[in-house]
Each structure stands twice: as C-alpha cells, then as structure tokens.
C-alpha cells in the first residue's frame, strides 16, 4: 500500500522555470525523503527531512513539511533538461522502512 | 556506481520456474531493502534484513523469500513465478544503527521479465 501520494502525476516545464511537487501521506513519520529516478533506473535519495523541522534547502531543491496536514512540497528551481525524471517522496515511519508514494513525471523542456 | 550492486540486471524466465536475485550492499552498509516496482502497484517494500536478521516484512507473498548472509549480502529468491511477477527488483542499503539519520542508496535494479 502506498504511505504518499504525489501531485501532481505528471508536470511539463521550460528550461529556467520552478517546478513544484507535493507529497500527502496518512500516518505519523520520523522524517520524509525525496528521490528522483531517471527512467529504468535504481532512485537517487535527493533530501532528508525531519518531523521536527518545516524547511531544508539543498542547492536547488527546496522542500517543506507540515505535519499538521501531514504533507510535504518539493521546489526545484531554475529547472534544467537533466532534471528530468520521476520524483518520489517516501516516508519512514520507523526502523527507516520507507513507504514511497506514487511519483511525479517531470519532463523539462529546453 | 551507487555502491549497491545487483545482479543479473536483466532475466527473463518461464512461468513457474525459480530464480535468484544478488544485491551486495554499499560498504559499512548494515541494512538491506527489497522493493519491486511495477508499472500499477508502483514502489512496494517487499522485506528489510539488518545484519543478517529480518528487520521489517512488507508485501512479500508467500513464493517469496529472501535472506541475508554472514558477508551481508542478500538474495530474493522468487519461485512458481508467474506473469504478473513480471516487475523491477531494487535492493537498497543504508546504515541503520546511527543517530543520523540517512537516506537508503539503491542499486540500478533487476529487470525480471516473465514470459
């Protein structure tokens, strides 16, 4: 079963523009995670969040968490044609078994 | 190169036949994940090992199995395989008995294809 889901499933943007990817999950977590995965290919761990923290910046990734609402927002700004893959936030609800969500489709146009 | 190394990358197998999947973890790395990935049931958490003992089961089905060895690598081995087992198999790692938190490294995955 998945823990998030993504939204949206699938964005289509310029070169130079910001993209913007939001995670929704149901439980209480530790921390939340982003990946990316290029096509076919093994998931790259992009950025870590704790349950105790709102805001992490990573070079041009950016990512929120309001556990509150028990949701999440990855930005990518100034989006390049190589940032073009599969963005998925996972959840770790303890022993960092992570639970990924469904996935968001970024296709970067030069 | 993740560190995590899987193998074969590609195997394509018969309906009912058994086969092996290897993952060798990043080094210093004591858990090992297993995830299949298909295109309707997405990323699914198939089973955890921390060195060499069950940690955490997912939804492995019964024709499943998996272990862990002295050396800390692993294998899943799926048997009575059927179309629908057709999937990306990725093994992860990570360092587990830290106070840092850290994220998993996965290996580039094992295409199995059921024919």
């Known amino acids: 079963s998945q823990q998030g889901e993504e939204d949206p499933q699938a964005l289509s943007i310029q070169e130079g523009e910001n993209a913007t990817m939001n995670c929704s999950y149901k439980?209480?977590?530790?921390?939340l995670q982003w990946y990316r995965q290029n096509s076919g290919r093994g998931l790259v761990h992009l950025i870590l969040?704790?349950?105790?923290?709102r805001e992490k910046h990573s070079g041009r990734l950016r990512v929120t968490l309001d556990t509150s609402k028990k949701s999440s927002s990855l930005l990518i700004t100034a989006s390049r044609a190589a940032d073009t893959a599969s963005y998925f936030c996972?959840?770790?609800?303890?022993?960092?078994?992570?639970?990924f969500g469904t996935g968001t489709r970024l296709l970067v146009s030069p | 190169d993740s560190g995590v190394t899987q193998t074969p990358k590609h195997l394509i197998t018969a309906t009912g036949q058994r086969v092996t999947l290897r993952c060798s973890p990043r080094s210093g790395d004591l858990s090992v994940y297993w995830y299949q990935q298909s295109l309707d049931q997405g990323l699914q958490f198939l089973i955890q090992?921390?060195?060499?003992?069950?940690?955490a089961k997912g939804n492995i089905l019964e024709r499943f199995s998996a272990q862990q060895f002295p050396d800390l690598h692993s294998e899943l081995n799926l048997s009575s395989l059927e179309l629908g087992d057709s999937a990306l198999y990725f093994c992860?790692?990570?360092?587990?008995?830290?106070?840092?938190?850290?994220?998993?490294?996965f290996g580039s995955g094992t295409r199995l294809t059921v024919v």
């Open positions: 090992y921390y060195n060499g003992e069950e940690r």
């Open positions: 996972a959840t770790d609800t303890g022993f960092q078994k992570l639970v």
């Open positions: 969040i704790r349950s105790n923290e």
């Open positions: 439980t209480s977590i530790n921390n």
């Open positions: 992860a790692s990570s360092e587990w008995d830290r106070e840092e938190l850290s994220g998993y490294t």
